[in-house]
């Protein structure tokens, strides 16, 4: 059976093709042992993992890629397998859709003790509480976290260029001759609102319809990242569906609780309970004040990413609210997003005030308050282009 996990990994490997390098790829220290990638469904954990293996183990017999959706894995152990692939000169197991194998935290702890030389990247759902809830991985596994495409990434993948990615605070102080670097080489303006529409998901490379497939990726985050990974009932996903319909309908806002339990006929715990799951499978992003979380309500609730607006919604419009979700959802990676003061929409790790306009048209720049601003290619001072905060990462 090895022989035949071999011939599978090498005809992946050698058929995949991702067009750029992900960012994440040089952030991960790859010399630990056990290395946890965590992601939203249709992010491209596959796709990163076999661009891996190709990168640094493509025609090496002792990396081996693995999907424990196999058959195979329902009559063997993990244990036993890995025993066998180490025993056989095996080093490094790359091992997809980890939660597909029952107690696959314990085993992996266990296959971590005994096999210390044996290098286990495996790939997980952003629903899994790698280290919160498997308390046999605490302390030894690095968990990182795979996100949809950046703006920098697709407008990369769209031209052939290499812009690289920026900090904050180069952003912050240094936005107008990033800006003019970007400018000086294309208009950014004619990518932003196509990613917007369709620019999150990698899959938007593939032939087919993006609308179509994200509509069944979203249907797969309830029925396996929600219903299945958080033993919710099938019966109850209906209820789930409707929730989802909406909140997204009215995003960004402040939910009615009452209101949504009454609507989909549930208590006021359960509505919460399902808001939280929805935002643990990256299709909501909770909005707080800085001195209030979970379980608490959040001040709004925003989709995680636009795209997810136009699935929903083909005729979507509310350019105020794609302005302020691309906003959230490219801050939020790498930092702390608050609700704002002073009616500003963000605060941004408990000291950035930033405030999101759709054009230039109603701004009076005020001491101390970042704008970020939808059609404009270059800022100046505290005025900075919407869309470069897409260079993030």
């Not at 609308?211 to 209820?239: A, C, G, H, R, W």
């Not at 799951?277 to 609730?301: E, G, H, Q, T």
């Amino acid at each position: 059976m090895l022989d035949a996990l071999f011939r599978t990994h090498r005809f992946l490997v050698e058929n995949q093709n991702h067009p750029i390098e992900r960012l994440l790829m040089k952030e991960i220290d790859w010399d630990q042992t056990l290395i946890g990638i965590k992601g939203s469904r249709g992010v491209g954990k596959t796709s990163f993992l076999l661009s891996y293996v190709k990168k640094f183990h493509q025609n090496d017999r002792s990396c081996l890629y693995i999907n424990l959706n196999n058959f195979y894995f329902t009559q063997r152990t993990l244990a036993d397998f890995c025993d066998e692939f180490h025993k056989k000169g095996g080093r490094t197991l790359i091992i997809d859709q980890v939660y597909k194998y029952p107690e696959w935290s314990h085993e992996l702890s266990e296959i971590h003790e005994a096999l210390p030389n044996l290098k286990i990247v495996f790939s997980g759902s952003t629903v899994m509480r790698l280290k919160e809830e498997n308390p046999d991985l605490a302390g030894k596994v690095d968990v990182y976290n795979l996100r949809g495409f950046s703006l920098r990434e697709f407008i990369n993948l769209e031209t052939g260029n290499n812009f690289k990615a920026h900090n904050l605070d180069e952003i912050l102080n240094d936005h107008q001759r990033i800006a003019k670097i970007v400018t000086s080489e294309l208009r950014p303006l004619a990518y932003f609102h196509d990613y917007l529409h369709h620019g999150f998901y990698p899959f938007y490379l593939d032939k087919g319809s993006y609308s179509e497939t994200l509509l069944k990726t979203m249907n797969l985050m309830l029925e396996i990242d929600v219903t299945f990974l958080q033993q919710i009932e099938l019966k109850y996903l209906p209820k789930l569906r409707t929730l989802l319909y909406l909140l997204a309908s009215n995003a960004p806002s402040s939910p009615n609780v009452s209101q949504l339990s009454a609507q989909i006929n549930t208590s006021r715990a359960t509505v919460m309970n399902y808001i939280k799951y929805l935002k643990d499978a990256r299709i909501f992003n909770f909005l707080y004040p800085v001195s209030a979380d979970y379980p608490k309500k959040p001040d709004k609730i925003y989709l995680h990413n636009t795209n997810l607006a136009y699935a929903i919604d083909r005729d979507f419009s509310d350019q105020q609210a794609l302005c302020e979700t691309f906003l959230y959802n490219m801050l939020h990676a790498q930092h702390k997003v608050n609700s704002g003061t002073r009616g500003n929409q963000f605060l941004i790790n408990k000291e950035l005030d930033f405030k999101v306009e759709t054009s230039m048209k109603h701004i009076e720049e005020e001491a101390g308050l970042i704008y970020a601003v939808d059609m404009i290619e270059r800022g100046k001072n505290q005025v900075i282009p919407l869309w470069l905060f897409g260079f993030l990462y």
